[in-house]
């Protein structure tokens, strides 16, 4: 096993149709890789704000080997070919070959979540001075520690030394809210074995699942995901036969704080919203100030809380906040020391265009 860090080839394209409504054929074309070449490992996945750009990552020894099958006529006739033909235009598919000197790429690619920049300079001169300044970047972030943070990573491509390519890790969580109906309610081991397929996912990163029902209306269902696998199509067809209604869009969200604190807590707040679409960033940029001014105020039974933007979506958003007891989150409203807190919290809420608030006694599943 090699002690130095990889190098890494690049591939990013956006799917056609035909890709797009059959992921196994994208399979195929990976099978055929990992069959015609030598790579060592490799990772995929999907954009969360636009599913049909797909990220390729291919890790080789050496640059020479990553060069040598581009060569190979297996690797022409069938791999480019196929790759070919599920993009929507071949002429934009970016391939970019990089190495890695002192940076943990592994952690950043290994993530549930990649966040991928890509700047291309307008002269190789201002390298020097972006390259310091993420060297900064990343100093910082790593002194802060931020919960939910892998690792980042940059690299100049080989043969195009004006483009950066910049890689950060972090953790996800993903909630999933339904309203169950009569076969959910009158026989709970129907949702248990639901759950107990995401369990199965753990050798994909499922770090824990937890969930419960709602203390106010007890057929609104709450189940979060640690680190899940975003591609469960049993899962949900199975989660959907448990509900009344269509699933909630799934809420993919990169979490401030300890969340994990706020859900393990006697009973969890969930505030579940989307906002008005005119101007969500200013008004996602209020929530999280009030989020932040409530850890600064004194409050009977509060624990913790956490906030986060939906990743595929600007205008949704979830907070929670563990409590030891619904009534003293009930309590809040009533103190006239919060009075002004509470009047910035309820303007907030003209500029919501759904809003689900439940009270939840969550558990942690494990099969």
């Known amino acids: ?38 790579v060592n490992a490799m990772h995929w996945g999907r954009s969360v704000q636009e599913p049909s750009m797909f990220s390729w990552l291919l890790l080789w020894d050496s640059f020479e080997q990553c ?15 196929r790759l070919d033909a599920l993009v929507e235009d071949p002429s934009r598919t970016t391939v970019f070959h990089l190495h890695f000197s002192d940076r943990p790429l592994l952690s950043c690619i290994g993530a549930p979540i990649t966040l991928f920049a890509i700047p291309v300079l307008d002269d190789v001169q201002h390298l020097d001075t972006w390259t310091s ?15 939910g943070f892998f690792g980042s990573a940059y690299a100049s491509p080989l043969d195009d030394a004006k483009t950066i390519v910049y ?31 995401a369990q199965d996912w753990k050798e994909k990163g499922l770090e824990a699942q937890y969930w419960g029902a709602s203390v106010e209306k007890a057929t609104d269902f709450f189940l979060f995901l640690f680190k899940a696998d975003p591609s469960y199509p049993t899962f949900t067809k199975r989660l959907q036969a448990l509900s009344k209604t269509p699933i909630s869009e ?21 505030d579940v919203y989307k906002v008005d679409d005119e101007d969500p960033e200013t008004t996602q940029e209020k929530i999280r100030r009030v989020t932040y001014r409530i850890e600064s105020l004194q409050m009977q039974g509060f624990i913790a809380l956490s906030w986060g933007v939906a990743a595929g ?23 006239e020391s919060h009075k002004v807190f509470v009047q910035e919290t ?22």
């Open 133 to 147: 300044i993420l060297d900064s970047i990343i100093a910082d972030v790593r002194a802060m520690r931020p919960d």
């Open 313 to 335: 979506d600007g205008t949704r958003g979830l907070y929670i906040a563990g409590w030891k007891t619904v009534e003293d989150h009930m309590r809040l409203g009533t103190l």
């Open 67 to 81: 060069v040598m099958k581009e060569g190979t006529p297996s690797y022409q006739a069938e791999l480019v070919n």
């Open 346 to 367: 309820e303007e907030i809420f003209k500029n919501m265009k759904e809003l689900i608030v439940a009270h939840v006694p969550l558990k942690r599943h494990d099969a």
């Open 250 to 270: 799934d809420c993919v969200v990169r979490m401030s704080g300890n969340p994990k604190r706020c859900l393990e807590g006697p009973v969890t707040e969930l």
């Open 1 to 38: 096993m090699t002690l130095t860090p990889p190098f890494v080839e690049l591939v990013v394209f956006r799917a056609n149709t035909r890709c797009m409504n059959d992921p196994g054929l994208f399979k195929e074309v990976r099978d055929m890789a990992a069959r015609t070449t030598t």
């Open 167 to 197: 890689f950060s890790g972090w953790e996800s969580s993903e909630i999933v809210y339904f309203t169950a109906n009569k076969q959910c309610v009158a026989d709970p081991s129907l949702f248990c074995a639901v759950r107990n397929i």
